[in-house]
């Protein structure tokens, strides 16, 4: 099982990045693939996820409105797409999966994850 993300890097306040996680060695239909970040000190936090197979997605109140979590099935690939960045949106961005998904953006239940991206917004 592989989660590669990638697509991290630094931008300024008000910016916009795209992430990417690529997804192999496991069906990847009927799952919940969902993004967390990890701020230095902070605890792992849930930003977006989404159910592979309805589409249903969900968001941290946080990030509600700015950020959107998108799917290409044939690929295996989930993406979010982070605009209107804010400092306080710094963090290690990590994609994760699970196959039961009783609670979205809680990080316990996934038992896949990706290595992580870094996402710097600067002020």
């Known amino acids: 099982v592989q989660l590669v993300e990638s697509g991290g890097g630094s931008v300024q306040a008000g910016g916009s990045l795209r992430l990417s996680c690529a997804a192999s060695g496991f069906t990847y239909s009927n799952r919940c693939m969902g993004w967390f970040r990890q701020a230095p000190g902070n605890e792992r936090e849930g930003v977006a996820a989404?159910?592979?197979?309805?589409?249903?997605?969900y968001y941290a109140v946080s990030v509600k409105g700015r950020f959107t979590i998108s799917q290409d099935n044939a690929k295996n690939t989930v993406y979010l797409q982070m605009n209107s960045l804010k400092p306080d949106d710094t963090g290690m961005y990590y994609c994760a999966a699970v196959s039961i998904c009783f609670s979205p953006l809680s990080s316990s239940p996934y038992n896949y994850w990706g290595q992580g991206t870094q996402v710097t917004v600067s002020s």
């Open positions: 989404i159910r592979t197979g309805s589409g249903t997605t």
